[in-house]
């Protein structure tokens, strides 16, 4: 055991240190599990959650070519000509932004909507650093409200067998959707605040055209196939996985098809992150390893022994310590170690392990708003902005980032334990 706590250690010491090298720290730290036996070779396959990772690689492609398509510019365009002013266009791009993340990737909803509020601010001589920055925090906002809108909802869900409906309604109760909302609809106000001043008039500019629609009913049919398979009793592990996979590749087929080119096929294949799928594959071995050795029941029985035999206690723990980790760590390596060791505090206090799970759910992915390198939607915000040739300042992000965590995060906070503190 250890020898699986120094090789785990230094794996997430050498993943801070080294951010570009994640994924391949991660394969290497599982590498040497393998070696050593400290994971047996027949358990190996067994570690890795290949439901996530197909879910993951699969709404990617699709994402990618709705992106392509032209379809999130033409629903900006859109709503421009309805808003009166800069003030208001900031505040329902940024609503419009959480509301495509609740089922898109937060970085892909950063790619579709920064160059409309780049385009919006170049129309209008104004800099567009705080129109980019709500956007990104926005979109990361709303990461919790679904299963596909995070990765971290999508690790969630299928460690805690929780199905698109459950993110809705469970056992009788809201589910994370409505917490997540009331988050964002506090943080529509905060930014009718910290906007109050732009007054600015907005011209409508010339409407994006949009030949394929194909893309778009393809991630739609994506969501509605994984509400029915909420139904399904027993179905195969796998199932979300392949549900989004396949469409995936029946879109792939179809742009092939019709742009008549090999590039055309491996378009949306490149836009997959494989980083982050190799990223995940190591560290659901490392995990499967350190799990194996004793190590998450070790640290399952040290945070038992912190709450003090009180729930609430540990509940309160987990939420803001995962909302300081993950405001300067990766909160997708942060939930796929803490899942396991969060249902061992459960076993071990004998309490549910749902409003742990849901309270690591809260921090880990609300608290990435935190700092500007708290979430990849941030960091990806922040360099389109540099690669415009705009300056973030740590005090334009903090003044933004800061109200809309605990605008998130306490209503949330709270609202979990009202409804699940007492399974």
Not at 11 to 25: E, H, K, S, W
Not at 142 to 163: E, K, P
Request: hydrophobic content about 55%; glycine content about 8%; aromatic content about 10%.
């Amino acid at each position: 055991m250890i020898f699986a706590i120094i090789l785990f250690a230094l794996t997430y010491l050498l993943m801070i240190a080294l951010p570009r090298f994640r994924p391949y720290i991660a394969l290497a730290s599982a590498l040497v599990f393998i070696i050593t036996g400290m994971l047996p070779l027949n358990m190996v396959l067994g570690s890795i959650d290949f439901n996530v990772l197909l879910m993951i690689a699969g709404t990617m492609g699709t994402v990618a070519l709705v992106i392509e398509s032209g379809m999130p510019a033409l629903l900006s365009d859109l709503i421009l000509e309805k808003v009166p002013n800069v003030k208001w266009a900031i505040v329902i791009l940024s609503l419009f932004a959480g509301v495509i993340s609740a089922f898109v990737d937060n970085v892909a909803t950063v790619l579709m909507i920064a160059p409309v509020a780049l385009a919006t601010a170049n129309r209008l001589d104004i800099s567009p650093v705080k129109m980019i920055i709500a956007i990104a925090v926005s979109s990361n906002l709303q990461g919790a409200a679904t299963l596909v809108g995070d990765t971290t909802a999508i690790l969630l869900g299928s460690y805690a067998n929780l199905s698109f409906n459950d993110f809705f309604v469970y056992l009788g109760r809201p589910g994370m959707f409505f917490f997540t909302e009331i988050g964002a609809l506090i943080s529509a106000f905060i930014l009718l605040w910290l906007f109050r001043r732009e007054h600015g008039s907005i011209e409508a500019g010339k409407r994006t055209v949009v030949e394929n629609k194909v893309p778009t009913v393809l991630l739609c049919l994506t969501v509605l196939l994984l509400i029915g398979a909420s139904f399904i009793p027993k179905k195969p592990a796998v199932t979300n996985g392949l549900i989004c996979t396949v469409l995936m590749v029946i879109g792939v087929i179809h742009h092939g098809l019709k742009k008549r080119s090999l590039s055309a096929i491996l378009f949306p294949l490149k836009e997959i992150d494989y980083e982050t799928i190799l990223l995940l594959a190591g560290l659901f071995v490392v995990i499967g390893g350190i799990t194996h050795q004793g190590v998450i029941d070790a640290l399952a029985s040290l945070f038992a022994k912190i709450g003090g035999g009180s729930s609430f206690l540990i509940y309160s723990v987990i939420v803001w310590a995962s909302v300081l980790i993950s405001a300067f760590i990766d909160n997708i390596p942060y939930v796929a170690t803490m899942l396991p060791v969060t249902q061992g505090i459960a076993a071990a206090m004998g309490i549910s392990p749902i409003p742990l799970y849901f309270g690591l759910l809260v921090g880990a992915t609300l608290g990435g708003n935190l700092t500007p390198i708290g979430a990849s939607a941030n960091i990806t915000g922040i360099g389109i902005l540099r690669k415009a040739g705009y300056e973030v300042k740590n005090k334009d992000f903090l003044g933004i980032g800061i109200p809309f965590t605990l605008a998130a995060v306490i209503p949330a906070y709270l609202l979990v334990w009202l409804f699940f503190g007492h399974l």
